[in-house]
């Protein structure tokens, strides 16, 4: 069975660091990788994605890939009270079906 | 532009009363799902439709049905409904044509089968 795993926190992090979410995944044939944010009670939006090894950014996220490691992960640079929220790490195996990880919860203290 | 609209937001069920679920996009999507969310076990895909016409099978498929009643809408019904169905309901929506192309979200549906 293909999985993704994210540690589920929670993880707090000050207000100004960079916090660093991290992503696993099973299957070696995995194309697509993204990065979703939920808020309590909201449903989930998308913040990233990336299909190639290396880094993406997207003004303070940065995406990260490596697939000989198999393992994606997002940074979030100036951390804000508002980037406090689950992020879910979700992995496309070839096809449009997602497959998402648990999710990490991340605070921001302020 | 409402995007994906789900109903109803909330619902309280009796052990074996039935409900459906409505989903509709209007960004002219090809592809739709419904997925269920529980504290600890993430998102998990329950049914997916990926043109009209068309449904298949997630992860955890039992005790649903589904059907694609136009390009627009996606409903999910539970038939006999059961305590462990209790969970948070999305529906999403993607374009078709290539891997992975990002899916957009509902706002969920609340339903607590008592």
């Known amino acids: 069975q293909k999985e993704v795993e994210q540690n589920s926190g929670p993880l707090s992090v000050p207000e100004g660091a960079i916090a660093s979410l991290n992503c696993t995944y099973s299957?070696?044939?995995?194309?697509?990788f993204f990065w979703y944010r939920q808020y309590s009670g909201k449903s989930p939006e998308l913040i990233m994605f990336?299909?190639?090894?290396g880094d993406k950014e997207d003004g303070r996220f940065t995406a990260q890939l490596n697939k000989a490691s198999q393992y994606v992960s997002l940074l979030i640079r100036d951390s804000q009270p508002s980037d406090s929220a689950t992020y879910l790490c979700?992995?496309?195996?070839?096809?449009?079906?997602?497959?998402f990880g648990t999710g990490t919860r991340l605070t921001i203290i302020p | 532009n409402a995007g994906v609209t789900q109903t109803p937001k909330f619902q309280v069920l009796k052990t074996g009363q039935s409900m459906t679920l409505q989903c509709a996009q209007d960004?002219?999507?090809?592809?739709m799902y419904w997925y269920r969310q529980d504290p600890g076990m993430g998102l998990r895909l329950i049914y997916y439709?990926?043109?009209?016409?068309?449904?298949d099978k997630g992860e955890v498929p039992n005790g649903y049905n589904v059907s694609r009643l136009n390009k627009r809408e996606f409903s999910l019904r539970l038939e006999s409904a059961a305590p462990s169905q209790t969970s948070v309901y999305f529906c999403?929506?993607?374009?078709?044509?290539?891997?992975?192309?990002?899916?957009?979200f509902g706002e969920g549906s609340w339903l607590t089968v008592v």
């Open positions: 999403a929506s993607s374009p078709q044509g290539r891997p992975g192309n990002t899916i957009y």
């Open positions: 299957d070696r044939g995995s194309q697509s």
């Open positions: 990336i299909y190639s090894n």
């Open positions: 979700a992995v496309s195996f070839g096809n449009e079906k997602l497959t």
């Open positions: 960004m002219n999507h090809n592809s």
């Open positions: 439709s990926a043109s009209e016409g068309t449904t």
